[in-house]
Structure formats: C-alpha cells, structure tokens
C-alpha cells in the first residue's frame, strides 16, 4: 500500500481560492455597520416581542395580535393602501420615463418630479389637506364654477390618504425606473422598428422584458417604502378606520399602552410581511430574463 | 406590412440633406443606386456617412430633399413601413431572445405562421452558418457569430435595401477579413442590394461594387474601386485613399493630360485631373509605393528612417528644401543614405492647386 501524502496549499491560497483575501477586509466596516444599526436592532426587537409584559407564554403577544381584529385586520389596511399605490407608481413611472429619457431638459424635470423627496412626507401631507380639504382650492373653485354644490370629501379617508402616499413615493419609483429604461440601448429599439415593429410592438417585446426585471426590484423597494406608511395615514387619512395602518397599531402599543413588548410584536409582523411579498416578487423574477441590457460584450 | 415595394429598379437619394442645429451633417447629397448593386459610403469619421445611413432607414428625419424607390417617396415614412433591413455597428441584437427568436423577430412583426417563420430562419441560419447555435442567447455568443446573428436577422425578412453600419469595426483584423468574405457571399447569394458603410477603404475596396466618398456631409466622388484608387477626383479623396504623398508645387508644363511640375532643381511629370496651366500652384499626389528610388530618379533625398515590411522596405526621406516625402525601396537602405526618388508619370497626379486644402 502507498501512502499518500497530501500537501496542502497554505491557508492563505486556500482562503483565497474561496474568495478571501486582504481586499475582502474593506467590506469590514460596511459589515460592522448592518452588525451595528440592522442586525443588532432587530434581534433586539424579536428577543424583546417574546418576552411579554406580565412575564406569560412567549407566543402571548402574537396570539393577541391575531385574535383581535383590531390589531391584525391592519394588515389588511396596509396592504389595501401600499400594493395598490405602489403597483400604479411603477405603471405610470414607466411612459414617464420612457417620454424623458429623450428630452433635452431631462435633469429640469427630473428635479421636479423629485422634489417631493426633499419636502418630506409631512409638508405634502400638509399642503394637500389645505389644497383638498373642505375649504381647500379645489373644493371652492369646483363649487365656484358649479361643478359641485357642496365640498367634496377628499381628505380624512382612503383616498386621501391614498394621493399623499402616490407623491411621496413617486418620485423614488420615477428615479429608478429612469434609470433602467435609460439602460436600455438605443440601438435595441431602433433596431426593432427597422424590422417593422411599431411602437406598442416595440415596448411589448422589447423594453418591457428588458426591463421587467428592474420593476419588479423597484416594486419591491417602492412597496417597502409604502408599507410603513406613517404621517400620511394619520394626517390625510382616516386612521382610526380605513387607514388605521400598521404602523399606526405599532405606535399605538408603545406610546399610548407603554407596551415595548407589543410593539415589538407588531414590527416582527409588519417586517414579515413585507418580507413575503417581497419573496413572492423576486421569485417570480426568476421567469424573466436577467442579463445585459445590452447586445454586444464588452 | 411594408409600405415599399420589393421589386424596385432604382434607389434615388435627391438633395439629401441633415441638419443637427447650424452643423449640416449632409449636403445635397444625391446618389442613384441600382437593384443589386453594392455601394460602399466610405469617408473620414464625421464625414456624414453614418447620418446618410440612418436617414436611409428612417431613423433620422431628413431636413431637406427626397429619397425616392422608383416613382415612390419614401423619406417621410417611418422605419417600420420602410421594409429595409439594417445591421447595426454594435449589432443591436436582442439579449433577452435567442438567435432564432431574434432572427424571426422581423417576420413575426409581419405576422408570418410559424411554419413559415421556422423554415425561413433555419435557411438564414444556415445562410450565416450558424445552424448549431440557434437556442443559444446574444450574450453567449462571440463578436463574429453575434455579427452573423445581425446579417440574418437583417437579411430574413428580405429587405428591398441592405444597410450596414460599419459592422466589422467590432472584430479583431482576422475575423474581420472572414466576415469581408462573409458579407460579400451572401449579398451575392440573396441578391440584395447592400449600401455599406465604413471608414476602411481596405474593406470599401475590396467588397464593393461603387465607392461614395463622402467629406463634410458631402459626395466627393462617386466611382468603381479601381477607378477610386487609381484616379481620384480630388486631392483630399487622394489622400484618403492612401496618397500619403502631397506635395504642392509650381506647374512648369502642361501637355495634353500631363504635366509638368518643379520640385527642388528637377521637373517632375505627372497625369494632370483638372485643368491647370503653366505657372499655377498644384498639388501632386504620389503613394508611397509608387515612389521609388531609380536610376535617374528626378527628386534627391535623404532617408531620415526606413522599416521593413516583408518584401520591401517603406521609409521617408526629405528634400533639401525639407519636404517629407514617403517612399518605397526593393533593397535595403540606409538612414542618411542619398536616394534619387522617382515615380511613374501615370502614377503621380497633378491637381489644380487652389482647391480645397487637404485633409489635416
């Protein structure tokens, strides 16, 4: 019988081999960083929602989440609010998008379009209440004109709190699906309108499978914004009913009952959610094409 | 589908201009091109070349003239109701289709069966030999056979024009002269029409039938390879295909189709394109090969360095007046060594002088 004798590379070679090396160190405190603000946090809050004020079972607290329809019917009211506002920020991100990336002032508009982003959520809550309320503009100039005899209900409900959530993730969608479609070359649609696709034709086959992946990523980031609706629900909407959202519940439970325990309870839930419907988005991206955006390499 | 008729007898480019702002990228040009011919556009980059082309497929408005398929008027149509088939420089293929998907593209926006379309891109696939690579995607593919990929898609749908924008400046210098090959076998093949353009009069040459060279969003000349590269019309198109030497000087003689010019103490004889008479200023157009030194050789200069290129030796050599001249020599030579340079009078060319100065 022969002995072998294996020899080892060094560590070193072999780390490296498995894509660790002294480069891979400058990730140190990026990762120190999700340790420190992400990880940390959020362990925190899970050990924290199964350790029940008055000391029952661990599973107290979401037992009583899901028993009172109170607590887990905003679930509903989230997803009621956000899917919907955010499936129509990406639709109609798309034209737009498509419309700019060919206009000379590109960055004027783009500016615009995001300026919402820097007036925060309060300011546009704000203004589309004096804008839309009772005494609002719009209700004047509409019964001013005679179009309505008296003042529409525009705030204070659904739909109010519905428009306010649209401005302020709009613009964050609109960016970013800017950013695919300008992905797009140019060459790709020019090529398909020379073999005689007209323009619907053209998006169908062409832009929208291209960028399809995109969307579904921005949907996702979009839909996570949206999901933890917070001032907009409380100012424009109605949140002691149809939008008493989520996060609405969450604050509830920590400022008015002093229960950190329940809130707790109530952000695991609300990050588990928001985590299904993520998963269910990006594995259903795994039917569509993900790659170059672009025909030629290099 | 197409709004264009197949059968067409003539392509007629009326006036064609382009304007981006105050920069015209094309001047009047007018071209007539026949069914089946093979036109290379061949010039300078930013010499308007490429603008003619994308007018041509609709992708760009004209600002002024026509373009015309026989009797018809087909400038104010878009891409789409054009019916040509176009191969773009970066290719332009679809990433997320296959090959076949991508060459079937075109007949599947035409409505075909799929009966139709299957057999009609398996033919176009074995037209560019690429049989074995049908379910393969753009991004799997090398830059030749995604290059091979663009001429069937663009060739599939049977297009009354062929246009091709400088498709080979993408590959490596091998792969390029296969593709040359390529393109020419299959224009032949289907009996296309193909308007080529490229900034190579290597490949201008070698695949067409006509030469368009174009300067400034102009037509400068307009004639076969051979006639291009032996007698071009003017200095700057001389220079362009491959006359380094330009030389300007005195016209001393005029003969019927030759002349006479001074260089340094010596005359020099040369085919005379234009008209000229004694005492005008010309510009003489010589290659390099065409300069040699020779026994009686009118122009005395100094090799200031030579190189070998296999076969013979290319080098430059100045006058005693310090004029840079490029010539070519059958036996080594050595730097600082004396020539007497010399050219055969068919093969110098004397322009009338105060024309356009030539290209920088």
Not at chain 1, 257 to 285: K, P
Not at chain 2, 21 to 31: I, K, Q
Request: proline share 5%; glycine share 10%; charged share 20%.
């Amino acid at each position: 019988m022969q002995m072998m004798i294996e020899d080892k590379p060094p560590l070193r070679l072999r780390l490296a081999a498995m894509g660790f090396d002294s480069v891979t160190l400058l990730a140190l405190p990026a990762v120190l960083f999700v340790l420190a603000l992400f990880v940390y946090p959020f362990i925190y809050g899970l050990i924290l929602s199964v350790e029940p004020k008055d000391g029952a079972v661990w599973y107290t607290n979401y037992q009583a989440f899901f028993s009172d329809p109170f607590l887990y019917g905003t679930i509903g009211k989230t997803l009621r609010l956000a899917a919907p506002v955010t499936a129509l920020c990406v639709v109609i991100s798309i034209p737009i998008a498509l419309r700019v990336r060919w206009m000379r002032h590109q960055r004027l508009l783009t500016t615009i379009l995001v300026l919402p982003i820097t007036l925060g959520t309060v300011l546009i809550a704000e203004g589309l209440l004096n804008y839309m309320g009772p005494q609002g503009w719009l209700n004047r100039t509409l019964i001013t004109i005679g179009l309505i005899s008296g003042p529409l209900q525009l705030v204070h409900n659904y739909w109010g709190a519905f428009l306010g959530l649209f401005i302020s993730i709009f613009p964050f969608t609109f960016l970013l699906t800017l950013s695919y479609v300008t992905g797009i070359e140019p060459a790709l649609e020019q090529a398909a309108s020379t073999l005689g696709a007209r323009p619907w034709a053209r998006f169908r086959h062409i832009l929208l499978p291209l960028l399809a992946q995109g969307l579904a990523v921005n949907f996702c980031l979009s839909f996570v914004q949206a999901f933890s609706v917070f001032p907009t629900a409380v100012l424009l909407g109605a949140p002691a009913g149809s939008t008493r959202v989520i996060s609405i519940a969450a604050y509830t439970a920590a400022y008015e009952a002093y229960d950190y325990s329940l809130a707790s309870t109530i952000a695991m839930i609300m990050a588990a959610v928001q985590l299904v419907v993520v998963a269910i988005i990006l594995s259903s991206r795994g039917l569509l094409y993900r790659g170059p955006m672009g025909g030629a390499k290099g | 589908m197409t709004g264009v008729s197949h059968d067409f007898r003539k392509l007629r480019l009326d006036c064609v201009s382009r304007s981006f702002g105050l920069h015209n990228a094309l001047r009047d040009v007018s071209l007539e091109v026949a069914r089946g011919e093979f036109i290379a556009l061949l010039g300078p980059s930013g010499c308007g070349k490429s603008t003619a082309l994308n007018c041509l497929a609709g992708l760009l408005p004209l600002t002024g003239g026509g373009i015309w398929l026989d009797d018809t008027r087909i400038d104010r149509l878009k891409p789409e109701e054009r019916g040509f088939g176009m191969v773009f420089q970066n290719y332009a293929l679809f990433p997320h289709m296959s090959v076949e998907k991508n060459v079937g593209f075109g007949l599947r926006m035409q409505g075909r069966g799929k009966a139709e379309i299957d057999g009609k891109v398996a033919a176009a696939l074995n037209l560019v030999r690429l049989d074995d690579q049908r379910h393969k995607l753009p991004g799997q593919l090398s830059g030749g056979q995604q290059q091979r990929v663009a001429i069937a898609r663009a060739i599939v749908i049977e297009p009354s024009l062929v246009l091709m924008d400088e498709p080979l400046s993408n590959l490596d210098a091998k792969l390029r002269l296969e593709m040359r090959a390529e393109i020419r076998r299959i224009h032949n093949l289907v009996g296309s029409t193909t308007i080529y353009v490229t900034h190579d009069q290597d490949e201008a040459l070698s695949l067409a039938d006509r030469i368009v060279v174009m300067r400034d969003g102009m037509v400068r000349q307009v004639g076969r390879p051979d006639e291009l590269y032996g007698r071009p019309s003017h200095a700057d198109v001389a220079e362009f295909m491959g006359y380094r030497n330009l030389l300007r000087l005195s016209v001393t003689a005029v003969t019927e189709g030759m002349a006479e010019v001074r260089i340094e103490q010596a005359n020099l004889r040369g085919s005379l394109i234009g008209a000229a008479r004694t005492g005008d200023i010309a510009i003489v157009a010589i290659r390099p090969d065409d300069l040699t030194p020779r026994i009686g050789g009118p122009i005395r200069a100094t090799v200031n360095s030579a190189e070998y290129r296999g076969r013979d030796f290319y080098g430059i050599a100045s006058t005693g007046s310090g004029q840079e001249l490029f010539f070519r020599s059958e036996y080594r030579v050595a730097v600082g060594e004396v020539l007497d340079l010399g050219a055969d009078p068919q093969r110098v060319l004397v322009y009338p002088g105060e024309a356009r100065p030539p290209v920088s």
